[in-house]
């Protein structure tokens, strides 16, 4: 299942950024965001406790259900 992974769930200091991480699974998410984090927040190397808080924030998308159950089908539509 694809994953999303929003910057500004990370950490509180990341609040304001808008930049979201999509990928296949975890691991692609997780390049996306260690990419993002050096050149966005001059992270060089992603500390083991922000590792964790990132897959902790990293999430599902599509196949997801509303609260009746059904599957909610994202839409295409692209803003801007
Ligand atoms: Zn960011």
């Known amino acids: 299942m694809a994953k999303q992974l929003k910057c500004a769930d990370v950490d509180p200091k990341m609040r304001g950024c808008s930049f979201v991480a999509e990928g296949r699974d975890e691991a692609e998410v997780m390049k996306k965001a260690a990419d993002h984090a050096k050149s966005a927040h001059g992270m060089a190397v992603i500390p ?29 539509s692209k803003l801007g």
């Open 48 to 76: 083991p406790d922000v590792e964790r808080k990132v897959r902790a924030a990293i999430r599902d998308t599509g196949g997801s259900k509303d609260i009746a159950g059904r599957d909610v089908k994202l839409g295409t």
